[in-house]
């Protein structure tokens, strides 16, 4: 069974930046393609990037394009998100979880715990 791990939330200032991980215990995420999602305040969870098992393809979200970028190693059994030039609207508990593609990014497995990212005004 699967655990993901989040972590590297934390408060930052508008237009600041955080480096965000997600780390597996119990599986190899290697072979599978990789998703960002966020849930803010009162809202729905809602996709925010996609990378594929080879990191040759990614996707995002338009809120978020040209500001964060996804990236894995999967040496290391980690996926990243880096969130550059933060919005107060960037407010949520971010997760990650595997997803069928790039391209249809339904969520597979169960969701972990996720970590708080709050930007300040």
């Known amino acids: 069974q699967v655990q993901l791990v989040e972590s590297g939330g934390g408060l930052v200032q508008a237009g600041g930046s955080l480096r965000l991980s997600c780390a597996a215990s119990?599986?190899?995420?290697?072979?599978?393609?990789m998703g960002w999602f966020r849930r803010a305040p009162g809202k729905e969870r809602e996709f925010v990037a996609a990378?594929?098992?080879?990191?040759?393809?990614?996707s995002y979200a338009d809120s978020v394009k040209d500001r964060f970028t996804i990236s894995r190693d999967n040496a290391k059994n980690t996926v990243y998100l880096q969130m550059n030039s933060l919005k107060p609207e960037d407010t949520a508990v971010y997760y990650c979880?595997?997803?069928?593609?790039?391209?249809?990014?339904?969520?597979?497995?169960?969701w972990g715990q996720g970590t708080q990212v709050t930007v300040s005004s």
């Open positions: 990378i594929n098992w080879s990191a040759g393809s990614t």
């Open positions: 119990g599986r190899t995420l290697s072979s599978y393609n």
């Open positions: 979880n595997r997803i069928l593609s790039t391209e249809r990014t339904t969520a597979v497995w169960n």
